[in-house]
T-cell receptor, first 110, second 115 residues
Framework: KAGVTQTPRYLIKTRGQQVTLSCSPI?????VSWYQQTPGQGLQFLFE???????NKGNFPGRFSGRQFSNSRSEMNVSTLELGDSALYLC?????????FGPGTRLTVL | AQSVTQPDIHITVSEGASLELRCNYS??????LFWYVQSPGQGLQLLLK??????LVQGIKGFEAEFKRSQSSFNLRKPSVHWSDAAEYFC?????????????FGSGTRLSIRP
């Protein structure tokens, strides 16, 4: 069974732009969670989607948003990028009480 | 609020030596606890998890962890480390609708292996 895939793997953007990241969960998994990893703040929960509905949300500004499609694939969007948004963004899918992580998307904001 | 503390930022051990990584959690109910490992440039891999039952849990790659409710701890151990164990290790507690849909991570412990 294929694992969690994330595209693209690397992105370079400039301040003020917006970006969309994609995550394809493991087949059959209906929950997708997103995390931001930075050297300063560590791993922080962004939000979780289940059956196309946001079920949990972390403490991030409204510039960070997401959605989930009927096939469970998920996207997250960051608008008006700031330098501090440079991070590794990890997606995880879960079936029950265990999350499986993708390799992440490395976003660099210049 | 739930939290996870990993008091050791960086640990260096010799190859073949035993390892113990410390983790303390703050959680109101019986926690769902995890240990993940992350190699440079990689995503997170689950080493082991504790939901209930036997407080000593076995994981992959020869790792084990012991849940001690009285100490709010979930320390990770390995009797003999290998050079390939060098990585960042994260202790975490799960919460949310399925008790794992939202993971609260500790700050991580970087493990270096001395040849």
């Amino acid at each position: 069974k294929a694992g969690v895939t994330q595209t693209p793997r690397y992105l370079i953007k400039t301040r003020g732009q917006q970006v969309t990241l994609s995550c394809s969960p493991i087949s059959g998994h209906r929950s997708v969670s997103w995390y931001q990893q930075t050297p300063g703040q560590g791993l922080q929960f962004l939000f979780e989607y289940f059956s196309e509905t946001q079920r949990n949300k972390g403490n991030f500004p409204g510039r960070f948003s997401g959605r989930q499609f009927s096939n469970s694939r998920s996207e997250m969007n960051v608008s008006t990028l700031e330098l501090g948004d440079s991070a590794l963004y990890l997606c995880a899918s879960s079936l029950e009480a265990e999350q499986f992580f993708g390799p992440g998307t490395r976003l660099t904001v210049l | 609020a739930q939290s996870v503390t990993q008091p050791d930022i960086h640990i260096t051990v010799s190859e073949g030596a035993s390892l113990e990584l410390r983790c303390n959690y703050s959680y109101g109910a019986t926690p769902y606890l995890f240990w993940y490992v992350q190699s440079p440039g990689q995503g997170l891999q689950l080493l082991l998890k504790y939901f209930s039952g036997d407080t000593l849990v076995q994981g992959i790659k020869g790792f084990e962890a012991e849940f001690k409710r009285s100490q709010s701890s979930f320390n990770l151990r390995k009797p003999s480390v290998h050079w390939s164990d060098a990585a960042e290790y994260f202790c975490a507690v799960g919460e949310g609708y399925s008790s794992a849909s939202k993971i609260i991570f500790g700050s991580g412990t970087r493990l270096s292996i001395r040849p």
